[in-house]
């Protein structure tokens, strides 16, 4: 009974989370459709709400092409570990004081290794593919990723200074009479926009370069392989997306003072879950807007900005908050 009760909360999770990345497709292209005055998808069902069941139907049935020459065992399973490792993070990743598969007390760590692990996927397949296109758009990744991943663990740093925790649940407890943008809007800045290099995303999506790399590690896939490279993208948002609203935005707290009278409502599970999907959701929208109005960077700027501006401002950053609770007797 205890086995099929986790794997009941873990289908709780994930058939949720499928479903927000497929519809995020379809906002994502409504949402870019009237930025440039456009209506997006309206043919497939009504207002286009059936165009990603059509899109994901289409990638089933399509054959799947394996590239002579390519590593054939490693070039199939690289989108599986891509899309799985966007799905293990969600394990611990809490809506509410009550809702979450793990409450554990090393959630940071959790989350910043199975985000390490998702490089391995792009390499792999750019390697197997045995294509210089898509081997040089997985070594653009690889190095994009690693190299915002060091600025985002120094953000992540400051805030476990500051919280004294590593439990997720600590953190969004620890906003109930400020959320950490506040005092720390600068460094929301740095990990908002570190999150959008760290998931390839407009304007630092060249490793997708359609230009001069056709498109990148992912130039040999078709078919449910390109689908799961795709799912395992626009996951890794979400999740960064909800990594900014636990660290930044206060969780499931309530953005609003309610009155004394009220408290025990508003911090029900549903109410609690609801401002969590409500900021989740103000994120995820800030994500296309870039994309909609930003034009894309040099490669050499990409990684310029990575390691002579974000990285130090985020050591600087983290010596003065150190320096400031040590001195006011805040840490302990």
Known sequence: MH??????????????????????????????????RRKGPNVIGVWGLLQPLSDGLKLMVKESIVPSN????????????????????WAVIPFNQYAMLADINFGVLYILAVSSLGVYGIIMSGWSSNSKYAFLGALRSTAQMVSYEVSIGFVLCIILLSVGSLNLSDIVNAQQNAWFVIPYLPLALLFYISALAETNRHPFDLPEAESELVSGYNVEYSAFGFAMFSLGEYGNMLIMSSCTVIFFLGGWLSPIACPEFLTGLFNLSIFSSFWFGIKLVFIVILFVWV????????????????????????????????VTLLTTNSLT
């Not at 086995?3 to 379809?26: D, E, Q, R």
């Not at 390519?70 to 993070?89: E, W, Y």
């Not at 990684?303 to 985020?314: A, H, N, Q, R």
């Open 3 to 36: 086995i099929l009760y986790i794997l009941l909360k873990i289908l709780c999770i994930i058939v949720p989370v499928l479903a927000s990345v497929a519809y995020f497709t379809l906002a994502e292209r409504k949402i870019l459709g009237a930025i440039q």
């Open 70 to 89: 390519a590593n054939k065992i490693i070039f199939v399973f690289s989108p599986a570990i891509t899309f799985f490792m966007s799905l293990l993070g």
């Open 291 to 322: 994309r909609a109005a930003l034009p894309r960077y040099r490669y050499d700027q990409l990684m310029s900005l990575g390691w002579k501006v974000f990285l130090p401002l985020s050591i600087f950053y983290l010596l003065i908050v150190f």
